[in-house]
């Protein structure tokens, strides 16, 4: 069955913590993991993607972490901001579509 | 780069009535078209895909005849929801795949709000 799952559901984090979202996957026959950014009444944007012969992927404050074996990947944002206050959705695709199947989504909180 | 717009951002219409949403890639050209429809505070739904120069492909559930779906150009898809009901009322997003070396990526539109009354 093709289904991600993410959590937390909700996350509050103080103005320079480190935020960790999780996601985990059941079906292996993914071979794309994107993560989005969406705030209120916006549409995702994508922040970082991973594909699963990496382990890790950096880009500036965001780094994706990938676990083949455990099927678990998560996006942790360093030194975390009041504007990273939005939410967070992972996605993973098949690899023989371009199709993608969201997590349930995090909703983060930055507070100063 | 990689631009993707909607319009409009907002639509109220009464039930019954149709309602046509466009979505656009601005600097690219994009073969393929994903619609979403997003309820408050929970995930992104695939409701079809728009294929340029032919059918769309459904979701199941989604029913084909209420949400038309047409595909004109590489940049251009359009979603018409025909015979508009409250239930229909939610936010619908639009993504444009860009052909990329390795996996291609989708590009979201900024979404439209939909309100039937």
């Known amino acids: 069955q093709q289904q991600v799952k993410q959590s937390p559901q909700s996350l509050i984090v103080q103005k320079g913590g480190i935020s960790i979202i999780n996601c985990a996957y059941e079906?292996?026959?993914?071979?794309?993991f994107p993560w989005y950014q969406q705030f209120p009444g916006k549409g995702p944007a994508l922040l970082i993607a991973?594909?699963?012969?990496?382990s890790e992927k950096k880009e500036g404050r965001f780094t994706i972490s990938f676990n083949k074996s455990a099927k678990q990947f998560s996006l942790h944002i360093m030194d975390s901001q009041p504007g990273d206050s939005a939410t967070y959705f992972c996605?993973?695709?098949?690899?023989?579509?371009?199709?993608?199947?969201f997590g349930t989504g995090t909703r983060l909180q930055v507070f100063p | 780069g990689a631009v993707v717009s909607q319009h409009p951002s907002r639509v109220i219409c009464k039930s019954g009535t149709s309602v046509k949403i466009e979505c656009r890639s601005l600097?690219?050209?994009?073969?393929?078209m994903f619609w979403y429809r997003q309820f408050p505070k929970q995930s992104l739904m695939l409701m079809a895909t728009?294929?340029?120069?032919?059918?769309?492909?459904?979701e199941q559930g989604v029913e084909k005849d209420k949400f038309l779906i047409n595909h004109a150009s590489l940049t251009l898809s359009t979603l018409t929801v025909t015979s508009a009901h409250p239930e229909d009322s939610s936010f619908y997003i639009c993504?444009?795949?860009?052909?990329?070396?390795?996996?291609?990526?989708?590009?979201f539109g900024p979404g439209t709000r939909l309100t039937v009354l």
């Open positions: 993504s444009a795949l860009r052909l990329a070396g390795g996996k291609n990526e989708q590009f």
């Open positions: 079906n292996t026959a993914f071979d794309y």
């Open positions: 991973i594909r699963p012969d990496v």
């Open positions: 996605a993973a695709s098949p690899y023989n579509t371009d199709k993608l199947i």
């Open positions: 600097d690219f050209q994009a073969t393929t």
């Open positions: 728009s294929n340029e120069g032919s059918k769309a492909t459904y």
